[in-house]
C-alpha cells in the first residue's frame, strides 16, 4: 500500500491487492492482476475503494495530474467528486 496523496481532508492509497508471491524461491507475478485505490474523506469519517473500470478510471486522473501538476484546491474537488461513493466508516486509519 502506498500512500499517493495526504492532506487534513482527504488521503488516497494506491493498494496493490495481488503483489507477487514466492513459490519454491520463484516470484510469481498473480494470473490477474488487481490493484485499487482507497480514497478516505477525514471530514467525514468515510472510504471508498475503487477498483475494476473505477481504478482506471482514477489511474487516468492520477497520470493528468502527473502530466499537469495541479493545485491542492484542484486535487481535492476531484476527490470530493468521489466522497458521494464514500459509504464504509473508517475504523482504523
Partial sequence: M??????ETFAVLHVLANAETAAEGVLVAPALARHGFEIVDKRRGKEVYLDGSWAEMFQLQINAWQ??????????D????????????VVVH
Fill in 67 to 76: 502530466a499537469n501538476t495541479p493545485t491542492q484546491e484542484e486535487v481535492e
Fill in 2 to 7: 502506498n500512500t499517493l496523496y495526504d492532506s
Fill in 78 to 89: 476531484t476527490l470530493e467528486g468521489y466522497t458521494g461513493l464514500a459509504q464504509q466508516p
